[in-house]
């Protein structure tokens, strides 16, 4: 079940690298999503306190700085798909793309806001499982089906998703049991949709050019207003919405 398998690494890894800078302050969802996760996690605890763990598409450490101080890890593994130059002490850093890597063995594997770029997302599934010992825990933030729709809508462009569904059905075949799962919807409003592209350069999530000219912006406000526009408190407001799937999961 291959997704979005004509985006390259080097694309996604190129658009990443130039938002690392603006991430941090324009990832407003992530920063939620982050959040949440570890709430779900401290919620279902895992069996043991985990010792070692991976974390797959750490970025500029918004997850790695929430769970770090839970307990007490021995060997920290952060992946990405560039340098990312992690502040933590002593964590491994494993640059490039998860799919062609041989992952470590460790206790726990967790991500948030990666997986989605994924392209065999059943078979990263089964390697994770294989690097995990009985009863170790896969937790993760991902997006689903809705997400970033009204881009969709008016450019054609985006990435394609896996429902909750298909992720729950490709864990259990690899080995999983599901403990628990969550999808929430999370919508930003910007006062005009240019600022909408904004926001998607300096998250770095841009799928691909639409090639923009003066004309084709100019078409795709009016089309944004159109179709998506809410007039609330006396002006127009431009919506964004977030898809986010969390998975707690954990090795039989």
Not at 105 to 121: E, G, H, P
Not at 135 to 146: L, R, Y
Not at 223 to 240: E, Q, S
Request: charged share 20%; net charge negative.
């Amino acid at each position: 079940m291959l997704l979005n398998a004509n985006i390259s690494t080097e694309f996604i890894a190129h658009n990443f690298k130039k938002a690392h800078a603006t991430y941090d302050q324009s990832a407003l969802v992530q920063h939620q999503m982050c959040q949440r996760l570890i709430a779900l996690i401290q919620a279902h605890p895992p069996s043991a306190s985990p010792k070692s763990i991976l974390e797959i598409g750490c970025g500029v450490g918004n997850l790695t700085k929430l769970y770090h101080p839970l307990w007490q890890i021995d060997e920290l593994y952060l992946n990405d798909l560039y340098d990312m130059h992690s502040a933590i002490d002593r964590a491994k850093l494993i640059i490039g793309d998860i799919e062609h890597i041989d992952l470590p063995r460790v206790n726990m594997v967790l991500s948030s806001s990666a997986l989605q770029w994924i392209k065999d997302l059943p078979t990263l599934c089964h390697n994770i499982h294989h690097a995990l010992p009985d009863a170790g825990m896969f937790a993760f933030a991902t997006f689903g089906q809705d997400n970033l729709h009204e881009m969709k809508a008016l450019t054609g462009i985006g990435l394609d998703y896996h429902s909750l569904d298909d992720i729950m059905q490709m864990l259990s075949k690899a080995g999983f049991d599901i403990i628990q799962t969550e999808q929430t919807p999370y919508t930003l409003h910007f006062d005009q949709p240019k600022q909408i592209l904004r926001h998607i350069k300096d998250t770095g999530v841009s799928v691909g050019s639409a090639e923009w000219t003066k004309s084709s912006l100019a078409q795709f406000y009016e089309n944004y207003h159109k179709k998506f526009a809410i007039f609330n408190d006396g002006k127009w407001r431009y919506p964004l919405t977030y898809d986010a799937i969390y998975v707690i999961a954990v090795k039989r």
